[in-house]
């Protein structure tokens, strides 16, 4: 299917499949834009970049958090070509030292405002709670530095 002919249908289902490890279509334009709540940055980023981001962060979560699941309901609004994902990350950790003791309960909600345009992504809106962001991103952080220095 042509990138132009890609309906914002076929772009969630590529996004639901990501949940499960697939990442075989890129539905993120050569070049995207990111803004987060609460800042007044808009951060321009390649959509190869992207995706790659988004698969080594639910790579490293699903080792740090073995039951690790994603709960996400899409919205589309075709007159403004706009994708709303509300998302819910979850599940119990494994011992990451500085981060988690096994079995804490994490739990993140966020909501996606993705604009697209030409069959791909061109724009996300991204708001969330920042305190339990960093929280995530220290998990992460904690995770890939136990593994490139395992005891």
């Known amino acids: 299917m042509s990138e132009q002919n890609r309906s914002l249908h076929d772009i969630v289902t590529v996004l639901e499949q990501r949940k499960n490890g697939v990442w075989d279509d890129d539905v993120w ?3 995207l834009v990111y803004w987060r ?17 988004m698969r080594r962060e639910l790579e490293t979560l699903r080792q740090a958090i073995p039951n690790f699941r994603i709960d996400s309901t899409f ?10 994902e509300v998302t819910t990350w979850a ?10 003791v096994e079995g804490d309960s994490y739990r993140y909600t966020a909501c996606y405002i ?3 345009a030409d069959g791909r992504i061109v724009r996300i809106d991204a708001y969330d709670d920042a305190a339990t962001a960093r ?10 530095l136990l593994a490139a220095n395992p005891a």
């Open 29 to 31: 334009a050569t070049s």
């Open 37 to 53: 709540n609460g800042s007044d940055l808009e951060l321009s980023i390649s959509g190869a970049e992207r995706n790659e981001r």
């Open 75 to 84: 919205h589309i609004d075709e007159a403004a070509s706009v994708i709303v």
């Open 91 to 100: 599940g119990e950790t494994a011992d990451i030292p500085g981060s988690a």
């Open 114 to 116: 993705l604009t697209v």
């Open 135 to 144: 929280q995530w991103n220290e998990l992460m952080t904690h995770t890939r």
